[in-house]
């Protein structure tokens, strides 16, 4: 919840600082890796966004969101038969 504040309040560096607190703890919360990659993504930080959403991925293979999330990542980076594939 802390983290989500920050984010919702445009504190975006200590969202992420958050978020990265909470995979150190809990290295299979897929949840907080997908923020991560959506936090990084609008800092067009595109490789880090794309790393955090494939681990967010390889925890849980069945969370839709992420999936367009990395796609969106891939469109933004120019990637277009990476994102024609997710």
Known sequence: MLANAFK???IKEQAINTYK???SLQYDNYLAYYNLGLLYEQ???YEQAK???LKSIEINDKYAPAYYA???SYMSN???AKAKEL
Request: charged share 35%.
């Open 70 to 72: 990395l796609g969106i």
């Open 43 to 45: 800092e067009k930080q």
């Open 21 to 23: 607190k909470i995979v």
């Open 8 to 10: 919702d309040l445009g």
């Open 51 to 53: 790393n955090y959403l």
């Open 78 to 80: 120019e990637e277009i």
